[in-house]
């Protein structure tokens, strides 16, 4: 256990380290001076000034070295300062929010944070829930409910079901609007008196008290949550069904009902500790999965999360900003794809011999 | 309750080998002769299930539409059809069947016998800038063809390339190639072609290219998986080794001996991916880096919707038609890969 742990913690430096070099070569494309974003703020217009950018910061070195330098940042001969270098957080300046991405990130994480930790739980309860469902009545009325759900909730595209349920609920309704917050909860949000410890809106809300702006976001929140959750229910419907159908037809769970258990028991004790093992896999890409749909579902809504940042940047080719959050994200996926794997080697033993 | 029970008694193991195939116990017809009894099967299934025939219904509408399209909705003469025609420049959008003022387009021959009457109306009404939305969605079936069939096509090929590789020749290769793809498949999908393609559209120029290939290079790793795990169930068979003792090339064993017998389930699996592969296309133009402002694509269209986020009730029509046709192609080649997935999955066999 502890030896299959060791091993793929060793692994994690190498992936990353290919993530880096992937990202790189994307960076490649571009020319010099589009690269001088990685270091500079203002790229000189003026081409003297421009070669001495190209020279001072290595973007005309042989490849190695711009990687070095690109990992490591470069130091200013004069003052000795640092710019640049993604191993020291810097990943240069986005020419979009004109501040540094690093900096974009930090602003806009929280909210994207905020989003997917409403929208696990929810997927996840209702999606095994309603496979298990699905399963226990095979072949039933509500399996082909679910099998038609499931199909037209995979052809549904995040975006078009995002249009509609703002079309409904906002546009005719006026229930839930797109956005974070409304213009007054946002101008209590930036007084001094509202503390942030968080920076989730929802959480920093109820530890200030104030349950008016805690309603408020969560209003914001509603239509999002919906939206990402409908396609991972479609998701974790078909993996739990299929998973539990496998584990009834073991013979085990015949003699738990030839021992005459009731029904109940033999799903809840000899079956779903079984055939929930592939479902946690599953939930992990659901929560990848999710980093992958606020993307749309941010750009949808307005909603003012690295996902709609790196569109808003992506349209305007800003592609040191896109790149940066890109490596951001990719980071984030390594470390959950470890943390999901070591979860999976603890719930089932039989992954480790392998 | 009582169904599960009685699936929990089906033959199992040892049993199972005098399980009588209710299809290949019967006598053949001359279909399953000239196809192969595996595919005639497959066929087979696909007509049966009244969810794959829905679906089937569905794409053979889309393909009626699509190679119909000049008579449907005809552009106008010398100039790039996938242009969508504009009606001047306002940007309120346009009801449907309003009137066409300016700059109409030919008139389809079948509308003076169907309504009477001699003008061209915005069937389906306009987006933003008056681009006509009915003209879109006809184009834009074109459109949807196109980048479904190529991107599957070249993403398969890809996976088969790297795949066959990696599985025939093993040990290091097999490593590298492998890790390879794990890095590719670190980047959420969307994530990764939205990048490339920003990188891509200054250099590439503007259109459906950049946007597609990007999703080609971030596409090809789960069936390089799939192809590199049937080529190695395959490669230690006997016709393979006899071929390698007659010392016949290595590409050739893997062309002629290997892939035949190795790819057909992927194929089968991957020709279903159309759909997804359309719906994420129309993903990236909705995000504005797919096709052009004014390309006839069915995300593009969806894209005006943003503008008009608050009044959609009453602009509800630049959300319903390209949304109802994007729905409905990816809708079709679903219902249809659910079947394929139903009636390839062995574990299934002989049940109807």
């Given at each position: 256990?502890?030896?299959?742990?060791?091993?793929?913690?060793?692994?994690?430096?190498?992936?990353?380290?290919?993530?880096?070099?992937?990202?790189?070569?994307?960076?490649?494309?571009?020319?010099?001076?589009?690269?001088?974003?990685?270091?500079?703020?203002?790229?000189?217009?003026?081409?003297?000034?421009?070669?001495?950018?190209?020279?001072?910061?290595?973007?005309?070195?042989?490849?190695?070295?711009?990687?070095?330098?690109?990992?490591?940042?470069?130091?200013?001969?004069?003052?000795?300062?640092?710019?640049?270098?993604?191993?020291?957080?810097?990943?240069?300046?986005?020419?979009?929010?004109?501040?540094?991405?690093?900096?974009?990130?930090?602003?806009?994480?929280?909210?994207?944070?905020?989003?997917?930790?409403?929208?696990?739980?929810?997927?996840?309860?209702?999606?095994?829930?309603?496979?298990?469902?699905?399963?226990?009545?095979?072949?039933?009325?509500?399996?082909?409910?679910?099998?038609?759900?499931?199909?037209?909730?995979?052809?549904?595209?995040?975006?078009?079901?995002?249009?509609?349920?703002?079309?409904?609920?906002?546009?005719?309704?006026?229930?839930?609007?797109?956005?974070?917050?409304?213009?007054?909860?946002?101008?209590?949000?930036?007084?001094?008196?509202?503390?942030?410890?968080?920076?989730?809106?929802?959480?920093?809300?109820?530890?200030?008290?104030?349950?008016?702006?805690?309603?408020?976001?969560?209003?914001?929140?509603?239509?999002?949550?919906?939206?990402?959750?409908?396609?991972?229910?479609?998701?974790?419907?078909?993996?739990?069904?299929?998973?539990?159908?496998?584990?009834?037809?073991?013979?085990?769970?015949?003699?738990?009902?030839?021992?005459?258990?009731?029904?109940?028991?033999?799903?809840?004790?000899?079956?779903?500790?079984?055939?929930?093992?592939?479902?946690?896999?599953?939930?992990?890409?659901?929560?990848?999965?999710?980093?992958?749909?606020?993307?749309?579902?941010?750009?949808?809504?307005?909603?003012?999360?690295?996902?709609?940042?790196?569109?808003?940047?992506?349209?305007?080719?800003?592609?040191?900003?896109?790149?940066?959050?890109?490596?951001?994200?990719?980071?984030?996926?390594?470390?959950?794809?470890?943390?999901?794997?070591?979860?999976?080697?603890?719930?089932?033993?039989?992954?480790?011999?392998? | 309750?009582?169904?599960?029970?009685?699936?929990?008694?089906?033959?199992?193991?040892?049993?199972?080998?005098?399980?009588?195939?209710?299809?290949?116990?019967?006598?053949?017809?001359?279909?399953?002769?000239?196809?192969?009894?595996?595919?005639?099967?497959?066929?087979?299934?696909?007509?049966?299930?009244?969810?794959?025939?829905?679906?089937?219904?569905?794409?053979?509408?889309?393909?009626?539409?699509?190679?119909?399209?000049?008579?449907?909705?005809?552009?106008?003469?010398?100039?790039?059809?996938?242009?969508?025609?504009?009606?001047?420049?306002?940007?309120?959008?346009?009801?449907?069947?309003?009137?066409?003022?300016?700059?109409?387009?030919?008139?389809?021959?079948?509308?003076?016998?169907?309504?009477?009457?001699?003008?061209?109306?915005?069937?389906?009404?306009?987006?933003?800038?008056?681009?006509?939305?009915?003209?879109?969605?006809?184009?834009?079936?074109?459109?949807?063809?196109?980048?479904?069939?190529i991107i599957t096509a070249s993403v398969v090929f890809l996976g088969i390339v790297i795949g066959s590789i990696s599985g025939f020749y093993g040990g290091i290769v097999d490593n590298v190639l492998q890790r390879i793809t794990d890095i590719f498949m670190t980047f959420p999908f969307l994530l990764a072609a939205l990048t490339l393609s920003a990188i891509l559209t200054p250099r590439i120029g503007k259109g459906i290219y950049p946007?597609?290939?990007?999703?080609?290079?971030?596409?090809?790793?789960?069936?390089?998986?799939?192809?590199?795990?049937?080529?190695?169930?395959?490669?230690?068979?006997?016709?393979?080794?006899?071929?390698?003792?007659?010392?016949?090339?290595?590409?050739?064993?893997?062309?002629?001996?290997?892939?035949?017998?190795?790819?057909?389930?992927?194929?089968?699996?991957?020709?279903?991916?159309?759909?997804?592969?359309?719906?994420?296309?129309?993903?990236?133009?909705?995000?504005?880096?797919?096709?052009?402002?004014?390309?006839?694509?069915?995300?593009?269209?969806?894209?005006?919707?943003?503008?008009?986020?608050?009044?959609?009730?009453?602009?509800?029509?630049?959300?319903?038609?390209?949304?109802?046709?994007?729905?409905?192609?990816?809708?079709?080649?679903?219902?249809?890969?659910?079947?394929?997935?139903?009636?390839?999955?062995?574990?299934?066999?002989?049940?109807?």
């Amino acid at each position: 256990m502890g030896q299959y742990i060791i091993r793929r913690l060793l692994m994690l430096p190498l992936i990353l380290f290919g993530v880096t070099l992937l990202i790189f070569g994307m960076l490649q494309f571009l020319s010099p001076e589009e690269r001088a974003a990685l270091y500079i703020k203002d790229i000189p217009k003026n081409p003297q000034a421009l070669e001495g950018v190209i020279k001072r910061y290595g973007l005309d070195q042989p490849i190695y070295v711009q990687y070095w330098n690109w990992m490591v940042g470069v130091q200013d001969p004069n003052t000795g300062e640092r710019t640049g270098g993604v191993l020291r957080g810097d990943l240069g300046y986005s020419r979009t929010s004109s501040v540094p991405v690093a900096e974009l990130i930090r602003i806009r994480f929280p909210a994207t944070l905020e989003l997917a930790l409403w929208s696990v739980l929810p997927i996840v309860l209702v999606g095994v829930w309603l496979g298990v469902l699905a399963a226990m009545h095979h072949n039933g009325l509500f399996d082909q409910i679910a099998r038609v759900f499931s199909i037209i909730g995979w052809s549904f595209p995040t975006f078009v079901f995002g249009l509609l349920v703002l079309m409904i609920f906002y546009a005719k309704l006026g229930w839930f609007p797109p956005g974070r917050l409304s213009d007054w909860a946002a101008a209590v949000v930036r007084t001094p008196e509202f503390h942030n410890y968080t920076k989730l809106i929802t959480v920093d809300a109820l530890l200030n008290g104030r349950v008016d702006i805690f309603w408020d976001a969560l209003r914001h929140l509603i239509l999002p949550i919906i939206t990402l959750s409908y396609l991972s229910w479609a998701l974790l419907l078909r993996v739990t069904r299929s998973s539990m159908l496998e584990v009834l037809r073991q013979n085990y769970v015949t003699t738990a009902r030839a021992k005459g258990l009731k029904e109940s028991v033999v799903i809840r004790r000899h079956v779903l500790r079984n055939a929930l093992i592939p479902v946690a896999t599953i939930t992990g890409f659901v929560v990848i999965g999710l980093l992958n749909g606020v993307v749309i579902t941010e750009t949808v809504f307005n909603y003012p999360g690295i996902g709609s940042a790196v569109a808003k940047a992506a349209l305007q080719l800003d592609v040191v900003t896109v790149l940066g959050m890109t490596l951001f994200t990719g980071t984030i996926i390594v470390v959950m794809n470890l943390v999901v794997d070591v979860m999976y080697a603890v719930i089932d033993p039989r992954v480790r011999l392998h | 309750m009582e169904e599960t029970r009685q699936e929990a008694q089906e033959p199992q193991g040892i049993d199972a080998l005098e399980f009588k195939d209710p299809i290949l116990s019967r006598p053949q017809p001359w279909l399953a002769k000239k196809i192969g009894i595996e595919n005639y099967r497959i066929l087979r299934g696909l007509v049966k299930n009244p969810i794959s025939v829905a679906g089937l219904i569905i794409i053979l509408f889309f393909v009626f539409v699509a190679v119909f399209a000049p008579v449907l909705a005809p552009p106008y003469p010398n100039r790039d059809p996938y242009r969508i025609p504009r009606d001047g420049f306002r940007p309120e959008p346009q009801a449907p069947m309003s009137e066409w003022k300016r700059r109409q387009p030919p008139l389809p021959f079948w509308w003076k016998t169907v309504t009477g009457r001699d003008e061209w109306v915005h069937l389906m009404g306009t987006a933003s800038g008056q681009w006509d939305l009915y003209y879109g969605v006809v184009w834009g079936t074109r459109t949807a063809f196109r980048v479904g069939l190529i991107i599957t096509a070249s993403v398969v090929f890809l996976g088969i390339v790297i795949g066959s590789i990696s599985g025939f020749y093993g040990g290091i290769v097999d490593n590298v190639l492998q890790r390879i793809t794990d890095i590719f498949m670190t980047f959420p999908f969307l994530l990764a072609a939205l990048t490339l393609s920003a990188i891509l559209t200054p250099r590439i120029g503007k259109g459906i290219y950049p946007a597609m290939v990007a999703m080609i290079a971030f596409g090809w790793m789960s069936y390089t998986r799939l192809i590199r795990g049937d080529v190695m169930s395959v490669k230690n068979r006997d016709y393979v080794l006899a071929a390698r003792a007659l010392g016949v090339k290595d590409k050739r064993i893997i062309v002629r001996h290997i892939l035949p017998n190795a790819i057909y389930p992927t194929l089968v699996v991957a020709s279903m991916d159309v759909g997804s592969y359309v719906l994420s296309f129309a993903a990236l133009s909705f995000l504005g880096v797919g096709a052009e402002v004014g390309y006839a694509d069915w995300g593009q269209l969806l894209s005006f919707a943003r503008d008009w986020i608050s009044q959609l009730a009453t602009y509800w029509y630049i959300v319903f038609w390209p949304g109802i046709a994007l729905v409905f192609f990816v809708l079709g080649w679903n219902l249809v890969g659910d079947a394929i997935r139903d009636v390839m999955d062995p574990r299934l066999r002989g049940e109807s």
